[in-house]
């Protein structure tokens, strides 16, 4: 845990020894060091891009001493082409990508905050030019039959002693079908929104609905009977239909008996 101050110093000292290296031209803080100050807490990290100078792209990546001369670092490794996961010593966690201003209009990302800029740096090369939204069906019967027949294939695979699987098919893939489909089921409550992931926030935007996940999400050895509560969870809000509900449900007793 870092308090919010200490990550927004750290962030403001990133942005002053990537000014000292000459090499950039720009940091843009993403996510609650972004636009979304009011998320900020102390299990929030920092999330940014840097706007590196034509060609100094590669150094920025290959050379981290942009961030060791802010603090120690305690653990690193390149995830992307772009960029790094690094640890801090004192517990700082931060992800970052460097991009050149021709790639920014293809690069994904959420609205930010320019830390820092030259003066002749084009703001809008930090607008996003790709439009982004986590996955929501179009059709309601098609998701939901997803859901249940994941459910239906996840028992079965249990069954046999797959179990990894059949807890990843239940409890992962026909709960993201369900949680994907919330809009239709209960009124959003305003919160912050990611642009990627439906599960982030998730409590705070669907209460209703979150209130049925201890009972959907049991774990490795209670899949049987986190297929029955996500069978009930579905029926509470749309028909389930008869035959796979009975299938699922005599399979799953079983399963609990057995």
Same mark, same amino acid.
């Given at each position: 845990?870092?308090?919010?101050?200490?990550?927004?110093?750290?962030?403001?000292?990133?942005?002053?020894?990537?000014?000292?290296?000459?090499? *950039?031209?720009?940091?843009?803080?993403?996510? &609650?060091?972004?636009?979304?100050?009011?998320?900020?807490?102390?299990? &929030? +990290?920092?999330?940014?891009?840097?706007?590196?100078?034509?060609?100094?792209?590669?150094?920025?990546? +290959?050379?981290?001493?942009?961030?060791?001369?802010?603090?120690p670092?305690?653990?690193?490794?390149?995830?992307?082409?772009?960029?790094?996961?690094?640890?801090?010593?004192?517990?700082?966690?931060?992800?970052?990508?460097?991009?050149?201003?021709?790639?920014?209009?293809? *690069?994904?990302?959420? *609205?930010?905050?320019?830390?820092?800029?030259?003066?002749?740096?084009?703001?809008?090369?930090?607008?996003?030019?790709?439009?982004?939204?986590?996955?929501?069906?179009?059709?309601?019967?098609?998701?939901?039959?997803?859901?249940?027949?994941?459910?239906?294939v996840?028992?079965?695979?249990?069954?046999?002693?797959?179990?990894?699987?059949?807890?990843?098919?239940?409890q992962?893939? *026909?709960v993201?079908?369900?949680?994907?489909?919330?809009?239709?089921?209960?009124?959003?409550?305003?919160?912050?929104?990611?642009?990627?992931?439906?599960?982030?926030?998730?409590?705070?935007?669907?209460?209703?609905?979150?209130?049925?996940?201890?009972?959907?999400?049991?774990?490795? +050895?209670? /899949?049987?009977?986190?297929?029955?509560?996500?069978?009930?969870?579905?029926?509470?809000?749309?028909? /389930?239909?008869?035959?796979?509900?009975?299938?699922?449900?005599?399979?799953?007793?079983?399963?609990?008996?057995h």
């Amino acid at each position: 845990m870092t308090s919010p101050t200490l990550l927004l110093q750290r962030l403001n000292a990133i942005a002053s020894s990537l000014r000292s290296s000459g090499k *950039a031209q720009a940091l843009l803080g993403l996510g &609650s060091v972004g636009t979304e100050l009011g998320r900020l807490d102390e299990y &929030s +990290d920092l999330d940014f891009f840097v706007i590196a100078k034509l060609g100094e792209k590669q150094l920025l990546i +290959d050379d981290l001493f942009w961030l060791r001369n802010v603090a120690p670092i305690a653990f690193h490794f390149k995830n992307t082409n772009d960029g790094h996961k690094v640890l801090f010593q004192d517990g700082i966690y931060c992800e970052f990508a460097v991009f050149e201003e021709a790639e920014m209009k293809n *690069a994904a990302f959420s *609205a930010g905050r320019i830390i820092w800029k030259e003066e002749t740096f084009n703001e809008s090369l930090c607008v996003p030019q790709i439009p982004s939204s986590p996955f929501v069906p179009d059709n309601l019967d098609w998701a939901v039959g997803e859901a249940i027949t994941c459910i239906y294939v996840g028992l079965c695979r249990y069954a046999r002693g797959e179990k990894l699987s059949g807890t990843r098919f239940i409890q992962s893939y *026909a709960v993201d079908m369900i949680v994907a489909c919330s809009l239709r089921f209960e009124q959003e409550r305003p919160d912050f929104k990611d642009q990627y992931q439906n599960e982030r926030r998730y409590e705070q935007r669907f209460p209703g609905m979150a209130q049925w996940l201890p009972r959907i999400v049991l774990g490795y +050895d209670r /899949v049987p009977e986190s297929a029955l509560s996500l069978v009930e969870m579905i029926e509470h809000y749309v028909s /389930v239909n008869a035959s796979m509900k009975k299938e699922i449900v005599n399979l799953a007793q079983h399963l609990i008996q057995h």
